[in-house]
């Protein structure tokens, strides 16, 4: 009986995590629609979404599908949301936080290389207002927009630093043409890998750690640094571009004009084209999918890439004694055939006699960390600007001598 019970048990959890799953992907929903989506009854639905909105997880609000009455169930959220955008080369992801810090809506949607910002921003506009919708919530409860972008930044100007890295963007105001389609929010722009570097320290890995280095290995390769528990951005913005960082004198020109750079060993095309001849074309997260399955000659490039890039980071290393390094990107998705090799050429080229070996982390939230990084900063620049006009109200009655509508009388 025991026995069964406990399978009861492991089954309402199994529905539990897919009815907030398909919440999350797709949005708000009937409750007849979540039990077609996840392949349960209706009754069971309505049980879980009951002990779900007691638990503050839902909420329910009356609507009307094919001219009945319907309950509409959607992710409970506080008032003020933040846009999480992340935008690479070929992929743009969105997502919706509140002050939870946790993704409430998380779509992502393929671009061409070469895509051009007037587009892509089109596309961001609308996947924003879709995914409030999502959520039964208007664009008076979207508070700000965090942009994460897969190129670096300039810090005075908000716009990419470096010519030809995201060829077209140059010159965008990418904060500004966002805040002025949205009623003139405040936008916040940064790297991508310094993002997901915020995330990891609010509610990933590096939580609770004040000093640590953020490594992104995917399609190029990026750092993140946190020190005292915020973004080191450096006096431009590029700290952490050790993609940058020559890995050989006489190799290929890098887009950044460079010769030799990390990036032109480690990214997806380099990577990918070792494998034309025995295995066709290939995509990073083909290479991946084969490594994990198995596939040696898969398995053998990600290894040799985590090598090169556990060699640049060590050099990162030793200049900011870190305390941890979490690794994320679509590379780290292939566990140990790249963890391994990464850590064992990052301790190899550290001091041999250090008082406190280097740990290394897997991100908690490899692929989304990112644009998730970008919502949670801007809810928090939000916050903090609630809270510095509340003290600066609280000193401007101090001075006025206002003591809330109490007299004192001698």
């Keep these: 009986m025991a026995k069964r019970l406990g399978a009861q048990g492991s089954q309402r959890e199994t529905n539990r995590a897919n009815l907030l799953d398909a919440i999350h992907r797709f949005g708000a929903m009937t409750q007849v629609e979540l039990a077609e989506t996840i392949g349960v009854s209706t009754a069971t639905v309505s049980a879980l ?26 992710l409970a959220h506080r008032e003020g949301l933040a846009a999480g955008v992340c935008i690479l080369r070929h992929s743009l992801r969105v ?37 409030l919708g999502q959520m039964d919530a208007d664009e ?13 930044i300039d810090a005075r100007t908000d716009t990419v630093a470096v010519p030809g890295l995201l060829p077209g963007w140059e010159d965008t ?53 946190i020190q005292h528990g915020e973004v080191y951005r450096g006096v431009t ?52 999918a084969k490594a994990i399955e198995g596939d040696s000659g898969c ?6 890439a985590a090598l090169r890039i556990g060699n640049v980071t060590s050099t990162l290393c030793i200049a900011y004694d870190p305390a941890l390094v979490v690794v994320g990107g679509q590379l780290s998705r292939a566990g140990d055939d790249f963890l391994g090799p990464f850590r064992e050429s990052l301790q ?8 406190t070996p280097i740990e290394v982390r897997e991100a908690q939230h490899p692929m989304v960390n990112a ?40």
């Design 49 to 74: 979404v009951h002990q779900l909105v007691d638990e503050g997880q839902l909420r329910t609000n009356g609507t009307v599908r094919n001219g009945r009455r319907a309950s509409l169930v959607t």
């Design 95 to 131: 997502v919706l936080v509140d002050d939870t810090r946790q993704p409430f809506v998380d779509h992502t949607y393929p671009l061409p290389r070469g895509h051009q910002p007037d587009t892509t921003l089109d596309i961001v506009i609308r996947m924003i207002h879709e995914s």
């Design 140 to 152: 008076a409860s979207l508070r700000a927009i965090g942009v994460a972008v897969g190129a670096p």
């Design 173 to 225: 105001a990418i904060g500004d043409i966002l805040s002025a389609a949205f009623g003139g929010i405040p936008v916040l722009v940064e790297n991508d890998a310094n993002m997901a570097a915020f995330c990891e320290a609010r509610i990933g890995a590096g939580n609770g750690v004040d000093d640590f280095v953020y490594v992104n290995a995917g399609d190029g390769v990026g750092a993140g640094i």
């Design 237 to 288: 913005g590029l700290a952490g571009e050790i993609g940058h960082v020559q890995v050989d004198s006489l190799g290929a020109i890098c887009q950044c004009g460079n010769r030799g750079c990390l990036n032109t060993v480690v990214d997806e095309r380099r990577l990918c084209s070792q494998l034309a001849v025995t295995h066709g074309d290939l995509t990073l997260d083909d290479l991946v």
């Design 299 to 304: 398995r053998r490039v990600i290894e040799d």
């Design 348 to 355: 190899r080229l550290l001091f041999p006699d250090a008082l």
């Design 371 to 410: 644009a998730l990084g970008a919502g949670i900063m801007a809810i928090e620049g939000v916050e903090r600007e609630a809270l510095a006009s509340g003290r600066e109200g609280s000193t401007r009655k101090k001075e006025r001598g206002d003591t809330g509508g109490a007299i004192d009388v001698d």
